[in-house]
């Protein structure tokens, strides 16, 4: 007669054991910052200890402290605004380069090459505006112009009834990119790919594909990204505007704007315009999903440039 309840006791346990292997399947896309990656364990699910500060905080400019406030990428409108918007994008970012009247794509997902030697920077792939609409430009390491410099990618903003691209642009700190989520460590706010030190660049495993090509690395994982990243993204808004996101520069992005900065290189311009010439880049023949989303093949650095102070008007000194 005792046999049973021993028998039922193993039997429970059994099923237990099963229903927690069988859970841990079900976890989502670890916080990598690479789209696309394999499936995360349910341990890695878990929030990661406390690791101090994240040493990436010094690629944001000094700035009055700004609270405890969400990252300016993750918030997003869901009515559309008025059609004129207040542009204080010309407060913070380069001049448009391009105008469109609809809205880019969304942001394709896709892989991260990796770095092809030390002190290489990721700048993201983004949607230009060319002669048959959107076309993809993909997303490369580039080789940065002077020791220290940061790459603040360019964005699309909407006002005045159209939409206009602020091309990117190189400094010692990160400036306002639209709080566009372009992953990799561009989460919105700031970089947490990597930071300087000593005249050397230093990755973060936890946001980039990492290989022998590079010896400075580290790993931080921000406790504030694992929900955001854990998830799978669809359709991520890639413009600042009604439908997408709804961001406000911050005082540490508008004090990296006042800081000496150098504009995007002329390999950076010619890498934009080679893809505005491939068709299978363009939208239209896409359909969002470019064959070329990102490229192996690093860019070389212009020679001779360096950051430049900016006058009252912000255009840069000569």
């Not at 690479?34 to 000094?62: K, L």
């Not at 407060?91 to 030390?118: G, R």
């Not at 594909?209 to 990243?229: G, M």
Request: charged share 15%; with cysteine; hydrophobic share 30%.
């Amino acid at each position: 007669m005792k046999a049973l309840p021993r028998f039922a006791l193993c039997m429970g346990l059994a099923m237990l054991v099963t229903l927690c292997a069988a859970g841990s399947h079900f976890s989502l896309i670890p916080a990598n910052g690479v789209i696309g990656s394999a499936v995360a364990s349910a341990q890695d699910q878990a929030p990661p200890p406390d690791q101090g500060p994240d040493p990436a905080e010094v690629n944001q400019a000094p700035a009055p402290d700004e609270g405890n406030m969400a990252p300016s990428g993750q918030s997003y409108t869901t009515e559309a605004p008025p059609q004129d918007q207040n542009p204080d994008d010309a407060d913070y970012s380069e001049l448009p380069t391009a105008t469109a009247p609809e809205p880019p794509p969304p942001l394709p997902d896709y892989d991260q090459p990796p770095p092809p030697a030390d002190d290489y920077i990721w700048t993201p792939g983004y949607w230009a505006w060319g002669a048959a609409g959107y076309y993809w430009v993909p997303g490369v390491w580039v080789e940065p112009p002077y020791v220290g410099a940061l790459w603040t990618p360019g964005y699309w903003a909407f006002y005045g009834g159209h939409f206009w691209f602020h091309p990117g642009h190189w400094g010692l700190h990160i400036g306002f990119y639209g709080g566009i989520n372009y992953g990799f460590g561009f989460f919105g706010l700031g970089y947490e790919g990597g930071y300087w030190r000593g005249g050397h660049f230093f990755y973060n495993r936890a946001y980039n594909h990492i290989n022998v090509n590079v010896h400075n690395v580290y790993s931080y994982r921000a406790v504030n990204r694992e929900v955001i990243n854990r998830t799978t993204v669809i359709n991520r808004p890639s413009y600042r505007g009604p439908y997408g996101v709804s961001a406000r520069p911050r005082p540490a992005e508008g004090a990296a704007w006042r800081e000496p900065t150098a504009p995007r290189m002329s390999t950076q311009v010619q890498h934009e315009q080679n893809f505005g010439a491939v068709r299978g880049q363009y939208a239209n023949q896409n359909h969002g999903k470019p064959p070329s989303p990102a490229v192996n093949h690093p860019l070389p650095a212009d020679r001779g440039v360096h950051p430049q102070p900016r006058s009252s008007g912000g255009e840069r000194r000569r």
